[in-house]
């Protein structure tokens, strides 16, 4: 059993002066918490600026292959 975790994440951009919000899918076999989340995207996407990422939502689903 594998778990999609659906993550929201804003940060700040300096491009456009503005908060960005976006959208990332990550599968693990377990569920992540909002700090796990902000590691994960940390480790997974590292051209990220992590110093303004804010996790703001978390929607898991359950899938078996």
Avoid: D
């Amino acid at each position: 059993m594998k778990i999609l975790n659906t993550i929201t994440a804003t940060r700040y951009s300096t491009e456009y002066k503005a908060h960005v919000e976006r959208q990332y899918a990550l599968i693990r076999p377990y569920s992540l918490t909002y700090a796990g989340a902000a590691r994960a995207l940390k480790n997974e996407y590292p051209e990220l600026h992590t110093a303004s990422l804010i996790v703001t939502r978390i929607e898991t689903a359950t899938f078996c292959r």
